[in-house]
């Protein structure tokens, strides 16, 4: 008799469990998350089951809501992501209080799981790029492509593309006057022109070149492209040069065009306007754009601010935003950061440092498709220079920078609202 009450109580509890049980919430805040990055690959992985998640924008640093079940729970404990197990009234509680129109949060729907394109040399490794690695620590999966792919159209494929340390120029990253008789440097740039050889073209200028416009036009076409460092400035300067040779001699075997200044088309950039290109070829710069060599700040005083926006009127950049910290430690790379005086007035500036007035972290919209740009190479590589070790995300899987990254990643998940801004 005493076993039979004991088995229809295990049998109860497990029946209420079942009954109030039925979400897991996954929080982001600083208190009770220790593993934020890893929080949105186990997001990935249930957009991937093609099931749908809830996005609770500046609820505990944009918390993720997602139906409950052993599996869940189970990965979650195998990654170390913390998570709560909530009763359908306590779901209901927490959409309530988003719902109110005197609370600045939104729920937003993630519906599926984005396919993901890196542009990337096939020689790199994961870690010479802050969004592989951010990938790869998050076990989000993605893949690589480069000029053969882009140029054969095989962007259409892919949902989100990412651009990292490229140079879209043809200058081989203006690495000239610093590396120009290192075995890699050489190296690299005859990979390089026999890549450009191989696909029908004179010069890698004019190779990058096609590649940018085709980039483009995947953006015009509905694409979402995400873009650090030396991508961002070096892309928009090789649309706004789509006619005009830049390149010195040292770089495409024939003198610049006389006066390409003046020839600009800054009708054909996505963010960036009014600049003046870097004549110099030793010089380790493109252009006005970037604040690297303007900047006066002591690394301990190098933070940008992040934006706040209205949830539910602006979910977009309330999404891109989305952290445990308003305040994000700032990082240096060949692009640090963009002059705002540089910026088109459709830019949404969404991270900056205003006393020394430069933009870390843009948006905008290009035709149907959203362009993210991110000043900086590596959120926790402050100087990052080439041959350092690689950052290892075990000892940042909180971090902030790193964050901004992944909030990209999960953005073309989501369903879209009208921006208002």
Wanted: proline content about 5%; glycine content about 6%.
């Amino acid at each position: 008799m005493l076993f039979r009450s004991c088995l229809f109580l295990l049998l109860s509890v497990f029946s209420a469990h079942n009954l109030f049980a039925s979400y897991i919430l996954i929080p982001m805040d600083a208190e009770t998350q220790n593993e934020h990055l890893k929080a949105y690959g186990i997001t990935y992985w249930v957009l991937a089951k093609q099931e749908k998640v809830k996005w609770l924008l500046n609820y505990r640093g944009g918390a993720f809501l997602i139906p409950d079940s052993e599996e869940l729970q189970k990965e979650c404990r195998i990654r170390g992501v913390s998570y709560e197990v909530l009763s359908d009234a306590a779901t209901e509680s927490i959409l309530t209080e988003i719902a109110s129109p005197s609370q600045n949060m939104e729920a937003v729907v993630l519906e599926k799981a984005p396919k993901i394109a890196v542009y990337s040399p096939k020689t790199n490794q994961p870690w010479d790029d802050a969004v592989t690695m951010a990938l790869s620590y998050a076990e989000i999966p993605y893949e690589v492509v480069y000029d053969e792919e882009v140029l054969s159209n095989e962007l259409l494929l892919y949902d989100w593309l990412h651009l990292h340390h490229e140079d879209f120029t043809g200058q081989f990253g203006k690495f000239y006057g610093a590396y120009r008789t290192t075995p890699w440097y050489i190296n690299d740039k005859k990979r390089m022109e026999a890549l450009a050889t191989k696909l029908g073209y004179p010069k890698v200028s004019e190779l990058k070149r096609a590649v940018s416009v085709t980039i483009r036009d995947y953006v015009i076409g509905g694409g979402f492209m995400f873009a650090m460092c030396s991508a961002t400035d070096s892309f928009d300067i090789a649309l706004a040069a789509e006619n005009v040779d830049i390149c010195e001699p040292m770089f495409d075997g024939d003198p610049s065009e006389p006066n390409y200044q003046s020839k600009l088309d800054f009708n054909n950039t996505f963010a960036f306007t009014n600049f003046i290109l870097e004549r110099n070829p030793s010089t380790y710069e493109f252009s006005d754009i970037d604040m690297t060599r303007k900047r006066r700040i002591p690394k301990d005083l190098d933070y940008f601010t992040l934006m706040d926006y209205s949830a539910k009127w602006d979910p977009i950049p309330t999404m891109l935003c989305q952290n445990h910290t308003a305040l994000v430690k700032g990082f240096m790379g060949q692009t640090t950061s963009y002059d705002r005086n540089n910026l088109k007035s459709n830019v949404l500036v969404m991270g900056e440092n205003k006393s020394n007035g430069e933009a870390r972290y843009i948006h905008g919209i290009k035709g149907k498709g959203f362009f993210t740009f991110y000043g900086g190479h590596d959120p926790e590589d402050y100087t990052h220079r080439v041959g350092d070790p690689k950052t290892e995300l075990e000892l940042h899987p909180s971090s902030p920078g790193y964050r901004l990254i992944l909030n990209n990643v999960l953005f073309p998940a989501a369903r879209k609202k009208k921006q208002k801004t």
